[in-house]
């Protein structure tokens, strides 16, 4: 059970570490966008719309953290290589990653970058830090 809990763990740390830079990008794109000036007016409170997006965020990622500490706890006699603890659980993560990214890669040519730049903190955080958590959690 500890690689369910690894995950909880690295889910809530990516969401604070998000929340932040999500907000940030929104309030500075929103300008230039119709939608985004609908959907967050410039007379909505900043905060606020953090509070929206950490709650939201928090939400998503500690759930996907405990999916895929259950999909960990399956491939848990696997080895590590690679600088990984389990290689093929982090190859699972990087194929996902990579299958939900590609469509929003292909869709916004403005933002490539940053979409590449927190696929691979997802990756990092998820598919490798991860395994490590639940290795040396005493959570059991």
Known sequence: MAQVFAGFVA??????LTTPILAY???RVRAGSELLLR?????APMVAVAMLIH???TFTLTALGIVLGLV???MED???ALGSE???FTLFVVAMTLAGVAPIFALLRPMRRAIAAY???FVAVFGWLMPYLATWSKFD
């Open 55 to 57: 709650g939201a965020l």
């Open 119 to 121: 696929s691979l903190l």
């Open 39 to 43: 959907i967050f007016p410039t007379e």
């Open 11 to 16: 889910g809530y740390g990516l969401a604070l």
């Open 25 to 27: 990008l929104l309030f």
């Open 78 to 80: 696997a080895d590590g």
């Open 86 to 88: 389990n290689w093929p």
């Open 72 to 74: 960990l706890l399956a």
